[in-house]
């Protein structure tokens, strides 16, 4: 009988079993119950649950604040996508030759990555403040007034500024995996280049960029799934505000559950937000699946 | 020959203080905010701020909070996610793969998404203030990542070492312990590093189930002096250079480690 588990390896589960139990009560048991609850109106503690099957669903597709953050995710994927890549890319050039204290440069690059989310809102939200802030005085002080804008008080700006912070905070990571792909690269392309007389912008265009092509599809997915999840920032700096203008699905679910006990509500746009991390976390399977065969 | 040698050098060094001159402004940009931070903690006070700020038991229990958060958090992490990961390197078990990637697909699982029932759950099981709240659900959260890492890890060192050791007598566990656990120490170390600054930095589970303020954690210090102290705002910074610190710190001397540590699911 022993023998016969130990053969099959079913003994074996033992060794995942731990993590089993964390990943069931902790991840999929929340989740299972987020769609379960989803169809409920309820307030999250009283005893009274009522089935309202998918009304939460058709109230969040006709809620302003809804659409707001789902766009404002979105905005936030698109524009960290490519100018995270872009400027990433382009310093990542700068650090792939030769020069001297490269490996300095890169620290500090990669800074803000280990800062606190929380520390990174508040020291921006005190740097870009309308009347007192460091960046509006300085634009003040060399006479470019009009560029001393309500960086975070204005509803049509706020968002963008978050977006900027966000890109900052996150361009040593793009610097460091474009970095990593750079080394891959055979340096027999660039002489063959050389030798057809490839200028430097032909050379990057048409070897260094199409050769990253891993590293641009690890960079999308991963800075996708970052713009999906973004909450400590917004929270810290705006709340969502001014008047949900910079509103992300992360904040609404906060604010939904946690200031107007809207439970079953918050349950269905966790759903929507589930369904696209999955679907974003699908693609990053399919990678890793790709590489490792 | 010689003297075309000498100009294409020469060449190269100028385009270099060009290319110096263009990243120390880069980096500069990179550093405005620590220095922010650090200039507007100073202001008023100056160094008595610091005094002030970290004499103050308040915020010593805070940091307390912090380590008593980060530390079984790391233990749990390590213990769990490289027993999951000897198992599918390195033994038989029916419906491995399967499994394998099940796990996975909570590598990308936003806390945002799973908070509201996360809070029903604390509720329920009467956890709220108390650490673990925090502590069991980061641990989960944290886990795939860990099991990709150390598994990746693992999957390079040849199965004729456990073999070989598998037939001397060793049992698996002993193999785990003994032998991949000490070859694993890159990954082992990658992962520590990338648990110690989630958890270090970690801001939505504390503000959601920690609501006393002795048990704050340092990165739930501004509601402290939001609430407490009239707003002063350079010892609130202060109190952030108290996070930041430590972390940057570390940093200087275990930069390769940590870069790896967080760049390492990308890049396999």
């Known amino acids: 009988m022993k023998n016969f588990f130990s053969k099959s390896g079913i003994n074996n589960y033992i060794y995942i079993l731990p993590f089993a139990l964390f990943f069931t009560i902790f991840l999929v048991y929340p989740i299972i119950n987020n769609v379960y609850t989803s169809f409920f109106e309820w307030d999250g503690f009283s005893p009274e649950k009522n089935w309202i099957g998918l009304a939460n669903y058709i109230t969040m597709f006709k809620n302003s604040i809804f659409i707001t953050s789902i766009k404002n995710n979105f905005i936030f994927l698109v524009l960290t996508v490519f100018f995270q890549g872009l400027i990433g890319f382009v310093l990542a050039l700068f650090l792939n030759r030769k020069i001297f204290g490269r490996s300095v440069y890169r620290s500090i690059i990669f800074l803000p990555i280990i800062v606190a989310p929380v520390v990174i809102g508040y020291t921006f939200g005190n740097m870009l403040n309308f009347t007192y802030g460091t960046v509006n005085e300085f634009f003040r002080n060399i006479g470019m007034g009009f560029l001393a804008v309500d960086w975070i008080g204005n509803p049509r700006l706020s968002i963008f500024t978050i977006i900027f912070i966000n890109i900052w905070e996150w361009t040593g990571f793009s610097v460091v995996l474009y970095l990593a792909g750079l080394q891959n690269i055979p340096k027999e392309l660039y002489d063959a280049a050389k030798i057809d007389g490839a200028g430097f912008f032909h050379t990057v265009t048409k070897i260094t960029f199409p050769m990253l092509t891993s590293t641009h599809f690890s960079l999308i997915i991963l800075n996708s799934i970052g713009a999906i999840k973004i909450f400590d920032i917004v929270y810290v700096m705006t709340k969502g505000g001014p008047a949900h203008s910079s509103e992300v699905l992360a904040t609404h679910i906060f604010l939904e559950n946690f200031t107007l006990n809207h439970t079953g509500y918050s349950s269905a746009v966790s759903v929507v937000m589930l369904v696209i991390a999955l679907i974003i976390t699908l693609f990053q399977l399919r990678l890793y699946r790709r590489v490792k065969i | ?268």
Not at chain 2, 44 to 61: C, E, H, L, T, W
Not at chain 2, 67 to 79: D, R, S
Request: glycine share 4%; with cysteine.
């Open chain 2, 1 to 268: 020959m010689a003297k075309l040698r000498i100009d294409s050098s020469r060449l190269r060094n100028r385009s270099n203080i060009k290319f110096h001159i263009i990243l120390i402004i880069v980096s500069f940009l990179f550093l405005i905010p620590l220095i922010t931070m650090v200039s507007i903690s100073l202001g008023g006070g100056g160094f008595a701020n610091y005094i002030k700020v970290f004499s103050d038991a308040r915020i010593i229990r805070y940091f307390i909070n912090s380590i008593i958060i980060t530390i079984p958090t790391l233990i749990l992490v390590l213990f769990i996610s490289s027993l999951a990961a000897f198992a599918f390197s390195k033994l038989k078990m029916p419906g491995k793969n399967i499994i394998f990637y099940l796990f996975l697909s909570g590598l990308m699982l936003p806390i945002a998404s799973i908070i509201v029932q996360l809070f029903l759950m604390i509720v329920r099981l009467k956890l709220v203030n108390n650490y673990l709240a925090v502590i069991l659900p980061l641990t989960a959260l944290i886990l795939p990542f860990a099991l990709l890492i150390i598994r990746n890890y693992m999957d390079d060192i040849p199965n004729d070492i456990v073999e070989a050791s598998l037939i001397d007598g060793c049992k698996p566990f002993g193999v785990y312990r003994r032998i991949m656990l000490p070859l694993c120490l890159p990954a082992i170390s990658a992962v520590t590093i990338f648990t110690f600054l989630f958890s270090w930095n970690e801001f939505l589970l504390a503000l959601v189930f920690l609501r006393k303020r002795e048990l704050y954690p340092i990165t739930l210090l501004p509601r402290y002096f939001l609430t407490e102290h009239q707003f002063d705002i350079a010892l609130v910074f202060t109190g952030f250079l108290g996070i930041v610190f430590p972390v940057i710190i570390l940093y200087i001397f275990l930069q390769k480690y940590f870069i790896e540590g967080l760049t390492a699911g990308a890049i396999k």
